[in-house]
């Protein structure tokens, strides 16, 4: 079947002496013009080795160089050869590469190697190297793209011929081992090219997660000594947090002996995966998911995650158990170095008019027996997924987008960028273990806090995180964040007050102790910076832990405390959220805070009431988990504890009926206390257990 196309040949004519040539080219400096590509013969040119110039050679001088090369613009095709040694050790001359200059086989390779990254049929000198896989990957259609015998030019004919006779004998013995490796389900290392054509989708299993790529291309590697690699450079669509585009990464096969099934490639093919059709269905579904996500997100995660910057000591994958994260690939880009236009347009670098020339080209239902069976099959996989995934691209070449198609969702990313609230680090957060939060309603309801100071405390976090209060400085943005100051002994609620205030309204919680933003005056400002400008961007409630240090009454003999203070209080005065500081004493402030500090709540010593009511929540009277009655509460509230404490003695009870397979029962509770030396007779004693 001869492939028709309105589009005229390429003019052949232009003047030599206008055109620079290396000496392999050289061209006659005569004032005759010549017809570039049209004598339909080729032209033969060798070396010694890599290292010398293309000569023209007579088969029984080689190894004599020639001063000049003749005119060789005329030829319609460049051969190179080059001696190297064959599999006897003897010389022989080996195909290195042809430049194909004639106009007519150019228009005949067309639509052969339409959409073929890396080769454009237009050039004036189109040259293909050994050992020629394009043509492999191709080859149904370059057989096709022969004149017919009712084609009436014989020049062209003639000159198509001068082509396929050396390729056919380059790539004829590769279909045939392809197919008989094939046909046996199973591929050698040094066949292993022959199952990727470029553009083929992929399967492979990276970090336990199934995934899916689209191939640019593949080649041997040398990775040590009598090592190498079969490197695949693929392609896979993610975000920036604003867009989707392509992202490319590389996969290796390393080295084998002999043959194995080709089912046990780490990569291949996706049809070759016998489970693709589930693995489909589930990519999908992942990928509407990855598609949900772009953007910034607070959602609840469990399961490993992989750490952006690797601890000193230890491993980057870290297991999170309902833990909370936030979904951010702009700011996990920005803080980390990495440049937002890493990604390329999802209808990439070349127009896809080509498949329209392909489908009509390579009818699928004419099976002339171009190919054997195995590899036909192959080569039509790799049309189908150019034809799949160019068929979903957007209309305007280089747009961005923020929607995806159906079956882009397939080569969606397995994993988001985003921030651990727990682990306070950067990380890839794995797509399948993203969760929506469950929210605990009635958490500040259960603060032991006086009614009044609740009311106070809810009414400033909502108008804040609201924007309900449009109240500025004299100077704008300054001065327009709340600070509450919560002091007291440990255990009094102080961190559970931001905790709760913080899932009541459904807001992120941003927890960090003074000691995790450094020592210096300059770690703590790029520390702090970073967290007030991440806290205000998220909406978060931050929560300032510990921070004594920073407030602490400023000194003559102390300048390096002086500054940390100084700093603490400069980029306070600039921030827009809401934040909580505790600390265990209130009385060394320094006297500028008071004035930056909107509300300064101290929380006393337990009373009765209050610790009864913090056993309430933990113990669970009378439930299904736990036996034990209210009066036996009451008995449990009088030891003077603080609310760690008894969080702790609940927790630990809690161990000991499980092991028993029981509910939890005061025995349980009395166990622990005597582990603790806490004596229930002595009601209302001060209990000093570090419980």
């Known amino acids: 079947m001869a492939f028709e196309s309105e589009a005229s040949i390429p003019e052949p004519f232009y003047d030599v002496q206008s055109e620079s040539s290396d ?3 050289s061209v006659s400096m005569e004032n005759e013009p010549v017809q570039v590509g049209m004598t339909a013969e080729s032209k033969d040119l060798y070396r010694e080795d890599y290292r010398s110039p293309w000569e023209e050679w007579a088969l029984d001088d080689i190894g004599i160089n020639s001063k000049s090369t003749p005119a060789s613009a005329k030829f319609a095709l460049i051969v190179r050869r080059e001696k190297q040694n064959g599999d006897t050790e003897e010389p022989v001359l080996a195909l290195h590469s042809i430049t194909v200059q004639s106009p007519l086989i150019k228009h005949r390779l067309g639509p052969v190697f339409a959409g073929y990254q890396g080769i454009n049929t237009n050039l004036k000198k189109l040259e293909f190297k050994a050992p020629f896989r394009e043509f492999f990957y191709r080859w149904s259609e370059f057989v096709r793209a022969a004149p017919g015998g009712e084609e009436k030019d014989d020049n062209e004919k003639v000159h198509f011929k001068l082509l396929f006779d050396i390729i056919s004998s380059e790539i004829t013995p590769h279909i045939e081992q392809t197919e ?53 450079s693929c392609r896979y669509i993610d975000t920036d947090g604003d867009a989707f585009g392509y992202a490319t990464t590389s996969l290796a096969i390393t080295q084998f002996e002999s043959v194995k099934p080709i089912t046990e490639l780490n990569v291949l093919p996706s049809h070759l995966q016998p489970q693709i059709d589930e693995i489909r269905v589930r990519l999908e579904r992942r990928g509407r998911k990855f598609e949900a996500l772009r953007g910034t997100h607070y959602k609840a995660y469990s399961g490993p995650s992989v750490w952006r910057n690797m601890p000193f000591h230890g491993t980057s994958k870290h297991f999170s158990n309902e833990g909370r994260v936030m979904i951010d690939a702009k700011s996990f880009m920005r803080y980390n170095g990495e440049s937002t236009g890493q990604l390329t347009p999802l209808d990439g670098p070349a127009p896809t008019d080509h498949l329209e020339i392909l489908q009509e080209f390579t009818d699928p239902d004419d099976d002339l027996g171009y190919a054997p069976p195995a590899v036909q099959v192959m080569q039509h996989m790799a049309r189908q ?25 397939v080569l969606c990313n397995a994993s988001m960028k985003g921030f651990d609230f727990q682990a306070k680090e950067w990380v890839y957060l794995y797509v399948d273990h993203v969760k929506d939060i469950v929210w605990n309603d009635d958490a500040f ?23 309900s209060d449009d109240f500025d400085d004299v100077v704008r943005g300054k001065g327009k964040g709340i600070i509450l100051l919560l002091s007291g002994e440990p255990g009094t609620g102080k961190t559970l007050t931001s905790e709760s205030v913080a899932e009541s309204m459904k807001k992120p919680l941003y927890s960090m102790s003074a000691g995790e933003l450094g020592n210096t005056a300059a770690e703590v400002e790029a520390s702090l910076r970073r967290v007030l400008d991440l806290s205000t961007k998220w909406g978060a409630v931050l929560l300032l832990d510990e921070c004594d240090v920073f407030l602490e009454r400023r000194t003559t003999h102390d300048l390096q405390r002086n500054k940390l203070v100084s700093v603490f209080l400069r980029l306070l005065e600039y921030y827009q959220g809401v934040m909580f ?14 004035s930056r500090i909107h509300l300064t709540i101290h929380y006393p010593r337990l009373d009765f009431e209050s610790r009864l009511h913090v056993w309430r929540i933990f113990v669970k009277p009378r439930s299904a988990d736990s036996s034990v009655d209210e009066e036996e509460l009451q008995g449990l509230a009088r030891p003077d ?38 004596d229930l007779a002595d009601a209302g004693k001060t209990v000093t257990s570090g419980a």
Not at 191 to 212: C, H, M, N
Not at 448 to 460: D, G, N, Q, R, T
Not at 646 to 663: C, S, Y
């Open 180 to 232: 008989d490796l094939l046909r046996n389900n199973v591929i050698s290392f040094d066949y292993v090219w022959a199952l990727f054509e470029p553009g083929t989708e992929i399967y492979s299993k990276v970090d336990g997660q199934d995934r899916l790529y689209l191939l640019n291309g593949g080649r041997y590697q040398e990775v040590g000594p009598g090592m190498k690699i079969y490197n695949l």
């Open 23 to 25: 000496d392999s080219d």
């Open 445 to 467: 309801e259960k603060l032991v806090l006086s009614p009044e100071y609740k009311k106070i405390i809810w009414a400033f976090v909502d108008a804040q995180l609201s924007g």
């Open 641 to 678: 504890l603080n609310g760690r404490q008894i969080k702790n003695i609940v927790k630990i009870a809690r161990l000991l009926a499980t092991r028993d397979k029981t509910p939890l029962t005061l025995s349980h509770l009395e166990t622990v206390l005597m582990a603790k030396r806490v």
């Open 385 to 409: 997924a150019r034809r799949r995934f160019a068929s979903g691209q957007p209309a305007v070449k280089g747009s961005t987008s923020t929607s995806l198609s159906k079956n882009h969702y």
């Open 581 to 594: 500081l505790t600390t265990n004493r209130v009385a060394s402030f320094d006297p500028a805070f008071e």
